[in-house]
Structures are given as C-alpha cells and as structure tokens.
C-alpha cells in the first residue's frame, strides 16, 4: 500500500476540489442525478455511474463558459464534446479497474493529511475547519464518504499513470537531429534584385497576356460560394437604451463590487525563510555590512528568485515590520507562517479609490447588459415555440423585439453579425431545406437564420478587375525576368566569378534556419554545400546567395540548451502521451467496453 502521494497526485486532488466546487456552487442543476439509471456502461466489471458522467459533462461545459460562450448541451453533442467526456471516463473507469487490480491504494494518515491541506476547507484561522469542510461539501453535493473515496480513487490513479510514464527518457540522437536542424547556421553572401534592377523596363501587356493571365489564375478573380442568408436576432446591446437602472440598483452593485474599485495597499514582496532564527539574523548581517546581497542569500540557500517570490501581497497580510517599511528594500529577520525569514519588498502599490460617481456608468452598462441578457433568456421558451408553430423571421422581427436582417456570406467573412463564431458555424452548415432554430451568440443574444439562395462560385468579369489582372501580371513578369537575371550571374559564378564583381553584396554570418527568411530562401540555402549558389525568390525580389560556411549549434549561446532540453520535453512528453494512450486502450480491450446509450441520453436530458 502506497504511503503518500506525490506532488502530481497532489495536484489532482486540489483539481477534484476546484471541479466540486464549480459543480456545487454554479446552480447548474446536476447535483446527484438520481432516478433508477444509475450507470451509462461499465469498462469490466466496473460500472461508470451517471453521476461521474454527469459531473465530467458539466465540467466540459462549465470549461466552454469560461471562455465567456454559453454552450447548451446540443451544441456540444454537435462538436463532438459528449463523445471526449465519454472517452475521458472510461479511460479513468479502466485506470480505476487497474489501480483495484493492483492493490494500489493510500492510507489514512496519508488522505488526512491531504485534507487538512486543502485551503477549501480553512477556517479564518487558516487552519482546517470541520465546518467548512463539511458546508463546501454539503454545497457539492457530496457526503464525506463520498468525496473520501473520490480522493483515494484519483489518487490510486495518479500511482498507475505515474508507473506507465514515469521515468520515461530519450536516446540522444532524435534529440541532437533535431536540435543540429534548427541550430545549425549558415555564414554566406547574397546579392538581392529588385524591381529597379531589371536591364530593361517592363513593357504594357498586350490584350492577349491579360487575357493568359487572367485565365490562367481565374480562382483569384472568382467570387467564393455565396449563402444569401435571412436572420433575425436580438443583442443585449439592442436592449441597453430602453432599459432603466434604478439609482439603489447601482449603489447597491458598487457595494458589491467594492473591493475591485477600492483596493487597499500591497507589496510585491520576495520572502527568503530558514531554519532557525540565528540563520535569518546571520545572512541579514551579511546583507546589512555588504559582504551579500539577497540574491547571494537565495543562491547559496540553492534556490531561485522565482521559488521565493510572493507576487503581490496586501499590506495587512504582511508582518506588520514588512507593511510598514517606508520604501522598497530588505528586511528582517521576521516571523513568518513558513518560519524565521527575510523579506525583499520590490515595489509599493498604493491603495486606490475610486468613487461611486466615477465608476456610475461602467455599472450602469454592467447591469444593464446583464439584466439585458437575463430579459433575452427569459424570451427564449416563447421564441422557440414560435419558430416551432411555423413563425417566419419576418414575422418574429414584426412581433417580438428581434431585428432583421439580410447578408450575403462567404467563407472567411467576419463582419457585424458574422463577427460570431456562433452565427459563422451555423451559416456553414445551414442547408436549403433547414427551418430557422434559435442559437445562442457568445455576448447573451440570440438569433436564428434561413438560408435564402445559394450562389456558386463566379468569375468576375475581366473589364471589372483589368487593373488588378494588370498588375498581377506585372508582378509575374518581374520576378521571372528578376530570376532568369539572377540565374546569369549564378551561371557566371560557377565560371569562376567571384561573388563581390557581380553586384552589390551582403554578407551575413553564422544565422540558423528560422533567422534566414523567407522561407523559400532558407530552404535553398539549407541545402548547399560550401561554395555552392542557389536562386530563390525573397519579399524585396530574387535573391543568388553563395553559402561560405557550415557552423554547428553554438554551444555558448544559453538559447540554445534552453532550446535542446525544451526538445527533450516535447519528445518526452509527446512518448509519455502516446505510451499512456496505448495503455489505457489496452486496458479498455482487455477488460471489454459496455454503453448504455438510453442511460446516456437519460443523463443528457438532464442539461436541457
């Protein structure tokens, strides 16, 4: 039986605590799912509860809100996002199976411990508190049997994930190949021509080469597929000037939200302990006569800046010595939760006030967008049974407070309503025979749409776009005549002719891959041996550059082990995925897979 766990287990835990509470605190109506389902499948023998899968979707879906987009279920179910979730649990019901198999399990010293660290469950003390333990766990939904186990069963998990990946390293040598790619560098000389180099100026293309032009590149002078669409929608914004937001209302918000207009002062504060008093008072003496500084201090402890920095800290929750120094600066030592330690404070925040008067407006638009979008989801029953009686777009614009509106759109468009990913993926998959459904936009609005007409792709006609037609073939007849100039001189450098009598000349020393652009010029370059010359097309013309010398990765530059065992990780890492997946698979064919999909569409009835 394992004794502890390690910092990943750790880590997961405080995720289960963080994911409860969001579960329990948000109202979103999953709690226990209850009822006579109580398992969508099983992996084996081991059931997958509805509960654990009702949990994992509304955390999926809780995720997409994060990002400011209210998701209903279908739209996920639409992307594909149940079927992740799906996946998600079985894998864990498989590793759940495994860890069981194994004996693998925690002790109770070990998971109290556990819980008593966890800040969820802190009094104003600090310190663990049975209240709190047990109201954050009554707001999840969970009893303390119940969130006990959960804790030993992820825990159990992190142990068997962490004997498939761990310790998982990497031969040297797809590593170095990799890292000799995009570190090796190239010394050479370059001669660029530009528009104002060709030996002879460009002559005004005749009727017949526009025409060669115009049809040999006909997609750029094509119109994309074209979706006449109709729609009608409904922003909060639409909603702002018609609605009145009682004075009491604002106070009220402004009272709410009091600590984000009135900050008190803080400190960014680094804090260096040790262990004993004596410790603290000798490097603080060294500090003070000059024989240190803090930095020698942290280094000679083995430790970096970053492992002791506070970031910001207000002032009342710094020893009284610290909140009270005057300017920026060293002190200590003192008392502190962690021990005896000096204290670096790097800059002083001042408290900041801001009135009710000065931030009137900016609540005034807060409440009025959020009661606007509260007025719109309250609309949204009688909406959809007016989309589902037969209610036109025309209609639900005449009767209910959405607008109407008409757009042409194409692929790649992102302007007024098509600013909305929501509204760009409904009028991609939008089809003729569709009737107008009402989807949720990211800001709270709604809308629905029809498709109209569709439009094939088609040419413009030539008089309409001759300039542009012009133009592109002068570009074209540029950089060919440029290139067949810069092949001459390449073929008069392979004759003996030193690069410096052909032309101005630019010379760049020791630069790697990504340093030389554009691309086409890298690539060209990358590939020739010392003394060699190659032709390739650059942003300001036609380039001839002659490579003078190969360079290994430089060694002494700290860019470039930063970015060798940055390779590493991405290898190791990348392997470590791909091992887990194979092995939690296997597990899932070894034990045999069972869904239910009634019980899972059961549970998905739960979210609308």
């Known amino acids: ?133 047990r109201f954050t766990l009554e707001r999840s939904g969970l009893s303390e049997a119940e969130f006990e ?45 530009a528009s104002e180099d060709l030996d002879m100026p460009l002559p005004s293309p005749d009727a017949s080469a526009i025409t060669e032009y115009y049809e040999a590149n006909a997609p750029a002078f094509t119109t994309p597929r074209t979706k006449q669409l109709t729609y009608a929608w409904l922003t909060p914004d639409m909603m702002l000037d018609s609605l009145e937001i009682p004075e009491d209302t604002l106070r009220a918000l402004y009272e709410e939200r009091r600590d984000e207009y009135n900050t008190p002062e803080s400190r960014i504060v680094e804090r260096l302990v040790f262990e004993s008093p004596e410790a603290a008072a000798e490097a603080m003496a060294r500090i003070d006569s000059g024989e240190s500084d803090f930095e020698d201090e942290v280094a000679a402890r083995g430790l970096d800046l970053s492992d002791i920095d506070m970031g910001i800290v207000g002032s009342d929750d710094l020893p009284a010595p610290v909140a009270a ?72 614009a005449d009767e209910t407070r959405m607008e109407l509106g008409k757009l042409d759109y194409f692929a790649g468009q992102d302007a007024d309503i098509a600013a909305y990913e929501a509204f760009r993926e409904a009028a991609e998959a939008v089809q003729p025979d569709d009737f107008p459904e009402l989807v949720m936009l990211e800001d709270g609005g709604v809308f629905a749409l029809r498709l109209d007409t569709v439009i094939p792709p088609t040419p413009r006609p030539l008089e309409d776009v001759r300039a542009e037609v012009v133009a592109g073939w002068e570009a074209r007849e540029t950089q060919a005549r440029l290139t067949e100039q810069a092949e001459a001189l390449k073929a008069r450098l392979e004759a003996g002719e030193a690069i410096d009598t052909l032309g101005p000349v630019e010379r760049q020393e020791a630069l790697t891959r990504a340093a030389v652009q554009p691309a086409p010029l890298s690539d060209a370059l990358f590939a020739l041996a010392p003394g060699e010359a190659a032709v390739a097309e650059t942003d300001a013309g036609v380039a001839l550059v002659q490579l003078e010398a190969i360079l290994a990765p430089d060694s002494e530059d700290p860019a470039t082990d930063l970015v060798h065992r940055s390779l590493e990780s991405q290898l190791v890492q990348s392997l470590a995925q791909d091992i887990y997946g194979y092995y939690a698979q296997a597990l899932v064919d070894a034990a045999g897979l069972e869904l239910n999909q009634q019980a899972i569409n059961a549970v998905h009835a739960q979210f609308r």
């Open 1 to 133: 039986m394992a004794k502890g766990i390690g910092k990943k287990t750790g880590n997961a835990i405080v995720w289960i605590i963080l994911l409860l509470l969001i579960i329990g605190l948000a109202g979103f109506g999953v709690g226990n799912f209850g009822g006579s389902v109580q398992s969508i499948g099983a992996v084996g023998k081991r059931e997958i509860t509805t509960d654990t899968y009702a949990r994992a979707l509304q955390q999926e879906l809780r995720a997409q809100q994060a990002n400011g987009t209210p998701l209903p279920l279908s739209e996920a179910i639409a992307r594909g996002l149940d079927q992740q979730v799906r996946g998600r649990v079985i894998i864990d019901t498989a590793l759940d199976g495994e860890a069981a198999r194994l004996g693998v399990s925690i002790d109770d010293a070990a998971l109290r411990d556990e819980i008593l660290a966890i800040p969820a469950f802190h009094g104003p003390d600090g310190q663990f508190s049975r209240d709190s333990y």
């Open 149 to 193: 186990a959960s804790i030993r069963t992820e825990a159990a998990r992190g142990f068997v994930q962490g004997a498939v990946i761990g310790g998982i390293k990497l031969p040297r040598t797809p590593v170095d190949t990799l890292m000799a790619f995009i570190g090796e560098r190239r010394s050479y000389a370059q001669i660029t021509l």
């Open 325 to 396: 120094l005057p300017e920026t600066g060293v002190t200590g030592p003192h008392d502190s939760d962690l021990g005896p330690a000096i204290f670096r404070v790097n800059a002083i925040l001042e408290a900041q006030e801001t009135p009710f008067e000065d931030v009137r407006e900016d609540l005034r638009a807060r409440a009025a967008t959020e009661r606007a979008a509260r007025a719109i989801a309250e609309q949204m029953t009688d909406l959809d049974d007016r989309l589902a009686a037969g209610a036109t777009l025309e209609e639900l």
